[in-house]
C-alpha cells in the first residue's frame, strides 16, 4: 500500500488521468509523457489498493479516469492497439514515432501483453467482486 500511494502521490495526473513516466520518490515526475505499459500497470494497481485499502473511492475514481484517459488518448481508435507514448495532456507527439525505436505501435521493445492482460485482469477481477457482492449483499 505504502508503494502505491507513494507512486500515486508524486506520479498521478489528476487533471487528465493517467499516470506518468518516471521520477523519483518525493520530487514529482521527471517527465509527464504518458507510457502505454505504465498505463496498463497502473490500471491493475489502482484496482489492487482500492481493494486492499477496504474499497476507498479515490482511487476507483483515479482508476476510471486513467481508464477513460486511455480509451480516448492512448488506445488508436483507428487502427486499434495503444501508442506507445502520449503527452500529458493525451495529444499525439508524431515527431516521437521518427524514432526507430518508437516507430510504429508495434516493435522488439513493444509487446500488447501490458495492455491485453490489464484489460483482462481488471475484467475478471471486477466480474469476481461483483458475484461476491450479489452474493453477500454487501460491498466485501
Known amino acids: 500500500m505504502a508503494v502505491g500511494k ?4 508524486c506520479g498521478y495526473d489528476s487533471s487528465n488521468g493517467g499516470v506518468f513516466e518516471d521520477g523519483l520518490p518525493g520530487t514529482g515526475p521527471r517527465s509527464t ?9 497502473s490500471m491493475l ?8 485499502s477496504k474499497n476507498d473511492v479515490q482511487y ?8 477513460r484517459f486511455v480509451a480516448e488518448h ?3 481508435k483507428h487502427f486499434g492497439e495503444w501508442y506507445w507514448q502520449v ?3 493525451g495529444r499525439f507527439d508524431a515527431r516521437l514515432y521518427a524514432d526507430p525505436l518508437r516507430g510504429t505501435k508495434g516493435n522488439k521493445w513493444k509487446a ?5 492482460r490489464a484489460v483482462l485482469f481488471l475484467e475478471q477481477w471486477m ?5 461476491l457482492y450479489r452474493q453477500n449483499g454487501d460491498a466485501t
Do not use: G, P, R
Open 33 to 41: 509523457a504518458k507510457i502505454w505499459w505504465v498505463q496498463a500497470e
Open 6 to 9: 507513494a507512486a500515486l502521490h
Open 87 to 89: 503527452q500529458k495532456d
Open 127 to 131: 466480474k469476481e467482486d461483483c458475484a
Open 74 to 76: 492512448v488506445n488508436d
Open 60 to 67: 476507483l475514481e483515479k482508476l476510471a479516469a486513467t481508464v
Open 112 to 116: 500488447s501483453y501490458h495492455n491485453s
Open 45 to 52: 494497481a489502482l484496482w489492487k489498493l482500492y481493494k486492499h
